[in-house]
């Protein structure tokens, strides 16, 4: 099943077939904190990136993928020194236990606060 798994199922990692062009016609670029590997081609012209774990575009740091886009043209440096209002990155969490909650959401299981009555709704008659 591994092997059908990695063959077919994409999201879950590299298909057989990007792992099979990277070794023959990608360059390592390099690396992130989240284990992510970059290349390009031997020409420069293709980027891509092979996740470790999940396919998920949203797990691409954003120097890297100001990279993979063609917005700059070095690779970040492992070193970079990070601005003081700078933020860790965060994949998208949707559907995750991490996703983002507001108050009386029926996942919280908080009752939801009563409607203040200054709402007014709109009449085009009015």
Avoid: C
Avoid at 40 to 59: F, I, N, P
Avoid at 62 to 76: A, C, G, V
């Amino acid at each position: 099943m591994g092997f059908l798994r990695a063959l077919f199922i994409w999201w879950y990692n590299a298909t057989i077939g990007t792992v099979i062009n990277t070794w023959l016609h990608g360059v390592t670029v390099g690396a992130d904190a989240f284990g992510n590997r970059y290349y390009q081609s031997r020409d420069g012209k293709r980027r891509w990136a092979l996740y470790a774990g999940t396919v998920e575009a949203s797990r691409t740091p954003p120097e890297w993928n100001s990279w993979l886009r063609f917005t700059i043209d070095q690779p970040p440096a492992a070193g970079r020194k990070r601005r003081p209002w700078e933020k860790d990155h965060l994949p998208n969490l949707s559907g995750t236990e991490g996703a983002y909650h507001p108050p009386g959401s029926l996942v919280r299981g908080e009752p939801r606060a009563p409607t203040t009555g200054d709402y007014e709704s709109w009449s085009p008659n009015a």
